[in-house]
């Protein structure tokens, strides 16, 4: 049974950082390109960060780039989001999904399992 854990998330204040954890289990997890998405209150779930299984290449969303950065540790299974100069409209629940052989997948229907989610509020 494929799990996806996330974990991290908080209020901050805006400038601040948190850095997101998400714990796999149940796959090989070095197969699966992990995905960060986020969905703000009143829109629709959207990319924000993709990684490849060996960790070589990563992708961003136009509105994280240069602030987020996303990075795993295969030999713990966990991907991990790390959010620097944290805008409110950065206030989101945040998920990580798992996308067996992806390469940078965008798009929600390519992955193959998600996690719960953790809220991220980030205050003016």
């Known amino acids: 049974q494929v799990q996806l854990v996330e974990s991290g998330g908080g209020l901050v204040q805006a400038g601040g950082s948190l850095r997101l954890s998400c714990a796999a289990s149940?796959?090989?997890?070095?197969?699966?390109?992990m995905g960060w998405f986020r969905r703000a209150p009143g829109k629709e779930r959207e990319f924000v960060a993709a990684i490849t299984g060996s960790g070589t290449n990563t992708y961003y969303a136009d509105s994280v780039k240069g602030r987020f950065t996303i990075s795993r540790d295969n030999a713990k299974n966990t991907v991990f989001l790390q959010m620097n100069s944290l805008k409110p409209e950065d206030t989101a629940v945040y998920y990580c999904a798992a996308n067996l052989w992806g390469a940078g997948e965008r798009r929600i229907d390519k992955y193959d399992y998600w996690g719960q989610g953790t809220q991220v509020t980030v205050s003016s």
């Open positions: 149940g796959l090989t997890f070095s197969r699966y390109a």
